[in-house]
């Protein structure tokens, strides 16, 4: 048990630490006005492969504490502050990837170039049968209104789950312990739905054409460890700064833990929906895999080796996962790895053969990365770094495998 902790301790955030953050928000911005000044599919691009990395990482940590509710796992509880707060850049998040459709759709989803009328007449030169098949789904109006209910959801549930948190704090009260298991549970279900739906709408269907039965699972997987290296770096970070004495080296263990395991549960799905396809080797489905290899090889291979190799020899030995500094550099190495691979979804349908890596790219994921840590840095200072009435308080605190 760790031998020094502040019950009521909340994270102090100084102008200092704002500093940085907010350098980084400027940047973005920059890169920003650079890339509408240059190119505007580009820049959409850009803008919509960021907005949804940080928003699924945002919904990974609102997952987090599901999940971990639903389980009734104790060694959790000792970090949930950090899932909180990371849940908080949510809807900022799903505001973003509204106003990014509304504004930039034309540039992203050739879905919406035409009306339904001159797609689904067999006698318009733009007749398209497979678009006529999806226009019921593959509409605007019905667009946005899902991507309104994705957020009204998943910002809806992070909003309760996190007031019956704070609540708890301040009055002990088992029936918000009771209750938020309760809305987990329903969470859950609803997040194996929305999280698919949202996968096919924000990022299969900028290849229309093309479909696959496992792409919610695979967003899914990176999300999640993408997630989880993200709550890694606070956790550490908070950790380094004195805020974190409560936790033991299990707990950094059981982090690493999943870091591993959904390491290797995206390159399992990263591999069947490759291998499914290439054997099946249909016009509709191979024509996605055909544009990466032909276009962007280097980078989709070396996107494998990023995000299944390297973790996987990082993170192999019991004593890795309970080593911060090795903690540190696999999560870093899983969160541009991810990055990497929502890049190779985003810009062939998108910008093709034009594909860069620039000042405009780098400077926007600077941008959101500044904004994200921003958001959950300003989360962390409105309630204590322990949950000092959590029910399974004292199981976390004497955690040990």
């Given at each position: 048990?760790?031998?020094?902790?502040?019950?009521?301790?909340?994270?102090?955030?100084?102008?200092n630490n704002?500093m940085i953050?907010?350098?980084?928000?400027?940047i973005?911005?920059?890169?920003i006005?650079?890339?509408?000044?240059?190119?505007?599919t580009?820049?959409?691009?850009?803008?919509?492969?960021?907005?949804?990395?940080?928003?699924?990482?945002?919904l990974?940590g609102t997952?987090?504490i599901?999940?971990n509710y639903?389980?009734q796992?104790g060694w959790?509880?000792?970090?949930?502050?950090?899932p909180?707060?990371?849940g908080g850049?949510l809807?900022?998040?799903?505001?973003g990837?509204?106003?990014?459709?509304?504004?930039g759709?034309?540039?992203?989803?050739?879905?919406?170039?035409h009306s339904?009328?001159?797609?689904?007449?067999p006698?318009?030169?733009v007749f398209?049968p497979i678009?006529?098949?999806?226009?019921g789904?593959?509409?605007?109006?019905f667009y946005i209104?899902?991507?309104?209910?994705?957020?009204?959801?998943?910002?809806?549930?992070t909003?309760?789950?996190?007031?019956h948190?704070l609540q708890?704090?301040?009055?002990?009260?088992i029936?918000?312990y009771?209750?938020?298991?309760?809305?987990?549970?329903?969470f859950?279900?609803?997040f194996a739905?929305?999280?698919s739906?949202?996968?096919w709408d924000?990022?299969?269907?900028?290849?229309?054409?093309?479909?696959?039965t496992?792409?919610?699972w695979?967003?899914?997987?990176?999300?999640?460890v993408?997630?989880l290296?993200m709550l890694a770096?606070?956790v550490?970070?908070?950790?380094?700064?004195?805020y974190?004495?409560?936790?033991?080296?299990s707990?950094f263990h059981?982090?690493?833990k999943?870091?591993?395991?959904?390491?290797?549960?995206?390159?399992?799905?990263?591999?069947?929906?490759f291998?499914?396809?290439w054997?099946?080797n249909?016009?509709e489905e191979?024509?996605?895999?055909?544009?990466?290899?032909?276009l962007?090889r280097?980078i989709?291979i070396?996107?494998?080796?990023?995000?299944?190799?390297?973790p996987f020899?990082?993170?192999?030995?019991?004593?890795?996962k309970?080593?911060?500094r090795?903690?540190?550099?696999g999560?870093?190495i899983?969160l541009?790895?991810?990055?990497i691979d929502?890049f190779?979804?985003?810009m062939?349908?998108?910008?093709?053969a034009?594909?860069?890596?620039g000042f405009?790219?780098?400077?926007?994921?600077i941008g959101?990365?500044?904004?994200?840590?921003?958001?959950?840095?300003?989360e962390l200072t409105k309630?204590?770094?322990?949950?000092?009435n959590?029910?399974?308080?004292?199981e976390?605190?004497h955690h040990?495998?």
């Open positions: 048990m760790p031998t020094f902790y502040k019950m009521d301790r909340k994270y102090e955030l100084t102008r704002k953050p907010l350098v980084m928000i400027a973005g911005v920059i890169a006005i650079m890339g509408f000044m240059t190119d505007k580009r820049t959409w691009a850009v803008l919509l492969q960021n907005d949804f990395y940080f928003t699924a990482i945002a990974a997952f987090f599901a999940f639903a389980a796992s959790t509880v000792g970090i949930k502050r950090v909180e707060a990371m850049f809807k900022y998040g799903m505001l990837l509204i106003l990014i459709f509304i504004f759709h034309h540039d992203l989803y050739h879905w919406t170039h339904h009328e001159e797609l689904s007449d006698n318009s030169p398209d678009l006529a098949g999806k226009l789904f593959l509409n605007i109006p209104s899902r991507l309104v209910l994705y957020a009204v959801l998943w910002v809806g549930f909003y309760v789950l996190r007031r948190s708890e704090d301040l009055d002990g009260n029936e918000h009771k209750r938020s298991v309760v809305l987990s549970a329903i859950l279900v609803i739905v929305s999280s739906m949202a996968a924000i990022l299969m269907s900028l290849d229309a054409h093309w479909f696959s496992l792409f919610g695979y967003i899914f997987a990176g999300l999640f993408s997630g290296a770096m606070f550490l970070y908070l950790d380094r700064k004195g974190m004495n409560h936790l033991t080296d707990h059981d982090i690493g999943f870091m591993f395991a959904f390491s290797v549960f995206w390159t399992y799905l990263w591999f069947s929906q291998m499914l396809i054997y099946a249909l016009p191979v024509g996605y895999y055909q544009t990466r290899w032909k962007f280097s989709w070396g996107n494998f080796f990023i995000n299944f190799i390297a020899l990082v993170f192999m030995t019991r004593d890795a309970r080593t911060k090795i903690l540190f550099f999560g870093i899983i541009v790895g991810h990055w929502v190779v979804m985003v062939p349908a998108t910008v093709g034009e594909w860069t890596i405009i790219e780098i400077g926007t994921a959101f990365l500044g904004a994200f840590i921003l958001s959950t840095l300003t309630a204590s770094l322990v949950p000092k959590h029910p399974m308080l004292q976390s605190l040990h495998i």
